[in-house]
């Protein structure tokens, strides 16, 4: 018997099945509060680099997924894998280490800080001199990285203004900055274009088809017009299940989608 029949793969066979492996892998993923079954059986499969839509009416769920995806709760049962890895019982902070990032409905920002030092503080806790209570040269990489981060949500005009002072659409763009921070392997968008303005939704779909083709995401939107236009392919959540799947021509075009979510035809 070989070596590595006994004791497993290799460390080398474990980094190639990680490269080859989806970047998301649900399987039989259920959520149970009590006897409310919020998720039931969910199983999905997204690709290193995709853009995934997760839609459905309030109810439907899908905040609870990306819960249990990112460890906020846990699954009751099924298993999840984040490029290749059983994360299944990980703690958040676990699987932020691997590279998982995520927005929040409700904003998460610090009001009497400047827009750049939110981002440097994000950027800081997820570096290893995150404990350090040094304060930042002018040549400290982590405050170049963050510059470049705010330059690629369209904040550098107001980057040394407090976020107190930002409209509700700048603070969502720095909420996407700030789930940018350390180069994460893939994005969980919570209702991104949530309360803006048609103007700023345009900007937020430049802002998401300009991430690196690299970085896969997830973003839950009720919004169809902004997430049809910068996700892959769309999984339709009802009643805690995922009932339909498809590209976003196929979802806009479902007479069912059209019946249940957008009353109707979709112009």
């Known amino acids: 018997m070989s070596t590595a029949a006994t004791n497993g793969p290799s460390v080398a066979d474990r980094l190639s099945a990680a490269g080859t492996a989806n970047a998301l892998e649900l399987r039989g993923v259920t959520r149970m509060f009590g006897a409310l079954a919020a998720l039931s059986d969910i199983t999905l499969s997204i690709r290193p680099g995709e853009r995934r839509g997760v839609l459905g009416s309030n109810g439907a769920g899908k905040t609870t997924l990306f819960n249990c995806i990112t460890g906020d709760f846990l699954a009751t049962s099924g298993t999840i894998r984040f490029f290749g890895e059983d994360v299944t019982a990980f703690p958040a902070y676990e699987r932020i280490r691997r590279g998982l990032r995520r927005t929040y409905q409700i904003s998460l920002l610090f009001a009497g800080l400047s827009v750049l030092d939110n981002v440097y503080l994000a950027c800081r806790g997820v570096s290893r001199n995150r404990f350090s209570l040094l304060r930042p040269r002018r040549n400290d990489a982590l405050m170049s990285s963050a510059e470049d981060l705010v330059a690629a949500v369209h904040l550098s005009d107001v980057k040394d203004d407090k976020v107190a002072t930002l409209a509700h659409g700048q603070q969502r763009q720095l909420e996407i900055a700030l789930a940018l921070a350390g180069a994460p392997r893939f994005i969980l968008f ?10 700023e939704r345009s ?18 939107e009720h919004d169809m017009d902004v997430a049809l236009r910068v996700v892959d392919y769309v999984s339709m959540m009802h009643n805690g299940r995922i009932f339909k799947e498809g590209t976003p021509q196929e979802i806009e075009n479902d007479p069912e989608v059209q019946e249940l979510y957008l009353g109707g035809a979709h112009a």
């Not at 900007?203 to 839950?220: K, R």
């Open 190 to 199: 919570d209702e991104p274009a949530a309360g803006l303005s048609p103007t």
């Open 203 to 220: 900007e937020l779909v430049e802002i998401l088809t300009s991430l690196p083709s690299h970085m896969g995401y997830i973003i839950i």
